[in-house]
């Protein structure tokens, strides 16, 4: 399979844990965005690499929200100290080339449940 | 306000009828994408439209782009089960905003 990979599909926490979820991008796409969704919305943007240098952060993106690419590969994202209005399904999409408007290809997320 | 207003924001319609979902924006529309998500899974592209006029199939599945109107639509014909799902449309050059979706059921 050479598409998105997100890991885990499902996770339910405690409130209060920390969690952290994986995104393998397409090999060759350079660019990797993370995306939150909750029902009955659209995918919100919360953050986007170019490699493994984080070019954007949303205002979503509070100070207990993490995401990492270290070797321009793999990313993960990190929420410390969950509430319940974390509880939402998290999309990793990923793009390649140098150019823009090209589609995005999405995982098909994490869906987090903080008890 | 959103940025990209979908409508309507759900639909049941009888399969082997016609239908058409439209996405209009607040801001000027420099590209529209049209992805399709299943419930709880991911999404899938299905169209991207760059210029004024611009109009793309898929199998029974048309995209129109109106930049003058700040709209698209989506066109579905002849209906079938596997039309179901939700409806997104997004724009964006980098990162992509999207409207709220359009939840589409269709009816034996």
């Known amino acids: 399979d050479t598409g998105v990979s997100q890991n885990p599909r499902h996770k339910i926490t405690k409130r209060g844990q920390n969690v952290t979820f994986r995104c393998d991008p397409i090999s060759e796409h350079n660019r990797l965005y993370w995306y939150r969704q909750t029902l009955g919305q659209g995918p919100e943007f919360l953050t986007y690499?170019?490699?493994?240098?984080?070019?954007?952060k949303s205002r979503l993106l509070s100070d207990r929200f993490s995401a990492e690419r270290p070797k321009g590969s793999f990313s993960t994202l990190e929420i410390q100290r969950t509430e319940q209005g974390d509880s939402a399904m998290y999309l990793c999409?990923?793009?390649?080339?140098?150019?823009?408007?090209?589609?995005?290809?999405f995982g098909q997320g994490t869906r987090l449940t903080v008890v | 306000s959103q940025e990209l207003e979908q409508s309507p924001q759900s639909l049941i319609v009888q399969e082997g009828k016609n239908l058409t979902i439209n996405c209009t924006s607040s801001?000027?529309?420099?590209?529209l994408y049209w992805y399709k998500q299943k419930y709880g899974e991911g999404l899938i592209f299905l169209m991207m439209?760059?210029?004024?006029?611009e109009e793309k199939s898929h199998e029974k599945i048309t995209a129109k782009l109106d930049e003058k109107k700040q709209q698209s639509s989506l066109h579905i014909t002849a209906s079938q089960p596997s039309h179901a799902g939700i409806y997104l449309c997004g724009q964006g050059a980098q990162k992509l905003v999207f409207g709220q979706g359009t939840r589409l059921t269709i009816n034996p």
């Open positions: 690499f170019q490699n493994e240098a984080q070019l954007e």
């Open positions: 801001k000027t529309l420099y590209g």
């Open positions: 439209l760059q210029k004024g006029g």
């Open positions: 999409a990923s793009t390649g080339g140098s150019t823009v408007n090209t589609e995005a290809f």
